[in-house]
């Protein structure tokens, strides 16, 4: 008789709904919104299921993306602060990030002189206008008492 021992552990059979949740677990966030979306689509009573399911399960708020975009920001906002070991291209970094701040500010103090200017044409258009209106209405008071008409108020 030969004895046989089992080395590798069975995996259990899973069934339709924890492959189906493996399978939107393996994509992300959005696939599960996107089957909750077009569960309320089809038949709402299951896109309601879902939204149930990934409250009670804590798949809605999850830290899990928001971690994942916390190493893209630090990836690719925080590197351009770290120095790169080469000293003249770390000089030549620092003077390009100092032109472009100003050209920043230049351009930011551009923006502010131009509301200015718009906002004063505004007004004074709006000045002219009614500086207008009142002329032409002493015009017309005017007329009536030429005319012998009473003035009315």
Known sequence: MTSFTQTAPRTPVQGWFSRSEAWLDSK??????????LGFVFFWPVGLALLFYMIWSKRMFSKSSCRHRGKAWARHGFS???PSGNSAFDAYKADTLRRLEQEQHDFEAFLE???EAKDKAE?????DERARAADHGD?????DEAGGEPKRH
């Open 28 to 37: 992300g966030k959005g696939a599960w919104i996107a089957v909750m979306v």
């Open 80 to 82: 351009a602060m770290k």
């Open 113 to 115: 002189r131009l509301r």
């Open 123 to 127: 007004f004074d258009q709006f000045m």
């Open 139 to 143: 015009d017309a008071e005017d007329e």
